[in-house]
């Protein structure tokens, strides 16, 4: 019995354990995948992880949260927690975006961990955590992490052989070519795969020295250039020193460009020997081709007589093609610069007149030479007549030299100005003040005079009325008629009588 019961234990534990084994074999799991956009940052960059999570049944719901570094990362987009539910039949396939900024270095590690998820038919599906992790680095991390290699592992020229033979610490080659060779080819290779290169590839050449530079950039912005000097032979070279530079006239006439229309093909006669030119019959001007140590070539004016070279400029202004000339111009005017086709242009300017320049120049259409004046602002040029401009007045120039000595003159001016008008202001306060005051003096003088004259004259009338009742009466006494006696017949002696008054 004893032994009976114990089979049956063992036999209820195999039971129960092939059960479990069962439900485990048989429950949904999932898989979560992390990717990133980048895998080193820099510190003030962002970086954006994407998180798929995939079940092999339809999901109808999913609840996640999320952990990181918060002192190497900061979350700008994104949920650090969720529950979502899918609406319809559910989804397989789930995905969800992460984005942080980098704030220092280090490690940033996103986890992701999924809590649960239900499928259709609340059939539940298993996740494990996910996590995914990125490097941040400083600015000077990131250059000091740059490749510094700028060599070359190669370099040569197809079908000749540089002298000396090529080491990536030489810079300098010479090739020597035949007489008529046109063109070249550069071949190399950089030495690191970060690095740039430029330079290579098919070279035109022409007689004499032709320099040609080949540049090698590192990853972290250091450069370096090779040069090759390919000579190519040519048969009885005319060279001429210009400002202490050599430089080699040009014997073919394919290798002259022609500036303009106004220009034909020509030559013209050097140390005795003819060479191709450009000449434009109206200007009378004649360009030859002179090419420097580098290869360089340039148009010259070369004029015969003098046998001198000046370098040609030509600019194309309001639809003139005109030649500027390096030429004084007298009367009011001061000299300045202007910039046109970033060449730097002697110019002269007028008193107080920032708005025009003025230059001299040839009209290569139609060989006038004349003084132009130049509007910078519209680009245009025309013609200056000079009566035209005999009536404007002509005020002091203004230059960098004397602004400052301008201006203190003007404050003084206004100083002065300012003064002369207080002073004017205060005497005729004072004017006005005393002719008040000698006015109200007279006035009372006046008065004082008038009230005397009054007072004299009142004094008088009564006493000359007196006097004449008394005559009156004595006439009539002495008379002894009746007759009438009129004012008239009294008019004398009171006129005698005024007199003697006033004698008195």
Do not use: W
């Amino acid at each position: 019995m004893g032994k009976t019961k114990k089979i049956l234990s063992i036999f209820v534990i195999l039971i129960s354990l092939f059960t479990f084994n069962i439900d485990k074999v048989n429950a949904a799991t999932g898989t979560i995948t992390i990717t990133s956009n980048k895998s080193q940052i820099v510190v003030g960059n962002t970086v954006i992880f994407t998180v798929t999570v995939t079940s092999p049944k339809e999901m109808v719901a999913l609840q996640y949260d999320i952990s990181y570094d918060k002192t190497i990362m900061t979350l700008t987009s994104g949920n650090t927690s969720d529950a979502p539910v899918f609406s319809g039949n559910g989804v397989k396939t789930q995905k969800y975006t992460f984005k942080f900024k980098a704030k220092k270095s280090g490690t940033a590690t996103l986890k992701f961990n999924a809590v649960g998820a239900t499928m259709v038919g609340s059939e539940e599906v298993k996740f494990s955590s996910k996590s995914k992790s990125i490097k941040v680095i400083t600015q000077a991390q990131l250059e000091a992490s740059y490749s510094k290699n700028n060599n070359l592992s190669s370099l040569g020229v197809t079908g000749y052989t540089l002298s000396p033979k090529f080491s990536p610490s030489v810079t300098n080659y010479t090739v020597n070519l035949p007489a008529n060779t046109e063109k070249i080819t550069i071949t190399g290779k950089k030495a690191d795969s970060s690095a740039s290169i430029e330079g290579l590839g098919t070279k035109t050449v022409v007689d004499g020295t032709n320099t040609i530079k080949i540049k090698v950039t590192a990853e972290n912005g250091s450069t370096k250039t090779y040069t090759i000097n390919a000579i190519v032979e040519e048969l009885n070279p005319i060279t001429i020193t210009i400002d202490d530079q050599e430089y080699t006239v040009i014997r073919k006439a394919k290798l002259l460009e022609t500036p303009n229309s106004s220009f034909i093909e020509s030559t013209t006669t050097i140390n005795d020997e003819s060479v191709p030119s450009l000449f434009n019959e109206k200007a009378n001007m004649t360009l030859v081709g002179l090419k420097d140590i580098e290869g360089n070539i340039e148009l010259y004016i070369y004029n015969n007589e003098e046998n001198t070279y000046t370098k040609y400029n030509q600019y194309v202004l309001s639809g003139l093609t005109l030649y500027i000339e390096d030429k004084e111009i007298v009367g009011d005017f001061y000299p300045t610069e202007i910039v046109l086709n970033e060449n730097n242009i002697k110019a002269y300017t007028k008193a107080l007149d920032i708005t025009y320049k003025y230059f001299y120049a040839i009209n290569l259409e139609n060989g006038i030479e004349s003084i132009y004046r130049y509007e910078k602002d519209e680009n245009t040029v025309q013609i200056y007549v000079e009566d035209q401009q005999e009536t404007e007045p002509k005020p002091v120039p203004i230059t960098e030299d004397n602004n400052e000595e301008l201006y203190k003159l003007i404050i003084i001016g206004l100083l002065g100005f300012i003064f002369l008008t207080y002073i004017i202001i205060l005497f005729n306060l004072i004017f006005n003040k005393k002719e008040k005051k000698k006015k109200q003096i007279q006035e009372n003088k006046e008065e004082t005079i008038i009230e005397e004259k009054e007072i004299v004259t009142e004094e008088e009338k009564e006493k000359l009325i007196k006097e004449t009742e008394e005559e009156i009466q004595r006439i009539k006494e002495e008379n002894e008629t009746e007759e009438e006696i009129t004012i008239e017949d009294i008019k004398p002696k009171k006129k005698t009588k005024k007199k003697n008054k006033k004698d008195k």
